[in-house]
């Protein structure tokens, strides 16, 4: 059973640093509002269009999922991080805003085309079980939406390095190059650096696959030994920005770590 | 301890998010039963690059007649030279990313599907509304998957467009 206030204050935390990496998405996705118009490449993507057909139901949806009605509910979210921003350095997550911002990202999915990553599936994840925790707000369902955060973050981690695992790429070192040489990820001094040595590409390839894999014990290990690998973690996530220029993946992930410390702190407490 | 309605409702939920979660893993697409519940895009894929990590770099490519001169493959990809700043701050990066989902859908949905024509309009769309000054008024664009190691694979021609005319953006 974890401490009820220890897990409050964890899922708080979560909270806060997820609603940082939900200001960042919505801040990007404003800053591309161009690209919102019919005829550009963020334009919805009519995934509802076989099952509301051509209604005025469908005629409503279309209008509000193109500018300038979507860049309305972007910034509606906006507003809602930055409100749970505010609500839990005073102490509490403001329900109403956890509500807003739930309700604009299932808009936002349903629309679909907004170039969503596995950062916006964390933050999502961690905003969504808080929403439920503050609307049934016990010490039961607080400690139930920690524990899934950190499953969650577990479960993230290794199915990442799982897959990559069982791959002749990413263990030759092949894979990272290949990456590094990438116009959409890449970076030209890192491919340069690899490309001279295959050693180190080598080594790297095979770093990240054991980063992953091990991280996905941390929120299961002693507190030291969780504490160790989430640095680990977070350095990583940092050199993947810098390198990849996956910039959201830091806050989305980071978000997870208080919780990740608590479910250890607590499975470890009486040992 | 006793456990009230809503919180049972709720670690029901939880749980089977949870659930679906570890299942969806399993799977390196998205199974068609999944896609039907999960219509919100809720549960998460996390095989970040993995197994195989894309190899291959998608370009728009832009062919157009001006002036009686024809004019081949000018690269029209949403580009983006990236800095120190774009780890904190890098929102193009999505430009590509839903690029490269058009381009999944134009390789798996069959041709005639509801999907691949909507992919197709809307990369259509794109490459008829950039300035006509500057790209005349018939065109035609091809997407093509280019791999980063050209010593041994080739080029990949994603969908071939039909020609289209400029349309004067209302």
């Not at chain 2, 799977?27 to 690059?49: E, G, M, N």
């Not at chain 2, 993995?50 to 949403?78: A, C, F, M, N």
């Not at chain 2, 430009?95 to 989902?101: E, G, I, Q, T, Y």
Request: aromatic share 8%.
């Amino acid at each position: 059973m974890m401490d009820s206030v220890m897990s409050g204050t964890a899922l708080a935390r979560s909270i806060a640093i997820a609603s940082v990496g939900g200001v960042l998405t919505d801040c990007e996705l404003l800053s591309l509002h161009k690209h919102f118009r019919r005829d550009s490449l963020l334009t919805a993507r009519g995934r509802l269009d076989r099952l509301m057909g051509r209604t005025a139901l469908m005629n409503t949806w279309t209008r509000l999922m193109h500018k300038p009605s979507i860049l309305v509910i972007i910034g509606l979210r906006l507003a809602a991080c930055i409100v749970i921003i505010y609500s839990v350095t005073q102490g509490s997550p403001s329900r109403l805003a956890l509500v807003t911002y739930c309700i604009c990202t299932l808009l936002l999915n349903l629309r679909g085309g907004i170039g969503n990553n596995g950062s916006d599936q964390m933050t999502t994840i961690v905003l969504f079980l808080a929403c439920i925790a503050a609307l049934v707000d016990t010490p039961v369902v607080v400690g139930y939406v920690v524990l899934t955060i950190a499953l969650q973050l577990s479960l993230a981690y290794l199915a990442a390095g799982g897959v990559k695992l069982t791959s002749r790429a990413w263990l030759s070192g092949e894979a990272v190059c290949s990456i590094m040489k990438s116009q959409t990820f890449g970076c030209e001094p890192v491919y340069r650096l690899f490309s001279r040595s295959r050693r180190i590409a080598t080594l790297i390839g095979i770093a990240v696959v054991c980063t992953e894999v091990l991280c996905a014990a941390a929120p299961w290990l002693p507190p030291r030994a969780c504490v160790a690998l989430l640095v680990i973690a977070a350095v990583s996530h940092i050199s993947i920005a810098i390198t990849m220029g996956l910039n959201t993946f830091v806050p989305a992930f980071l978000a997870a770590y208080p919780s990740a410390l608590c479910v250890s702190a607590a499975l470890w407490s009486h040992a | 301890m006793i456990v009230t309605f809503k919180e049972t409702a709720a670690i029901v939920a939880i749980s089977m998010w949870s659930a679906l979660s570890v299942i969806r893993q399993l799977y390196p697409r998205k199974p068609h039963w999944l896609s039907v519940i999960d219509i919100c895009s809720l549960v998460p894929s996390w095989r970040f690059f993995g197994p195989k990590p894309t190899t291959s770099d998608l370009h728009l490519l832009l062919s157009y007649k001006k002036r009686g001169v024809t004019v081949e493959s000018v690269d029209i990809t949403p580009y983006y030279p990236r800095s120190i700043l774009s780890a904190v701050w890098n929102p193009r990066r999505r430009l590509r990313k839903s690029m490269a989902s058009l381009a999944r859908v134009l390789r798996v949905a069959p041709a005639r599907s509801r999907r691949y024509r909507s992919a197709e309009m809307i990369l259509a769309a794109y490459a008829t509304s950039l300035p006509r000054s500057v790209y005349g008024r018939r065109r035609r664009f091809d997407l093509v998957s280019r791999p980063v190691n050209m010593i041994d694979s080739t080029e990949e021609c994603v969908f071939k467009s039909d020609e289209y005319v400029y349309k004067v953006r209302s």
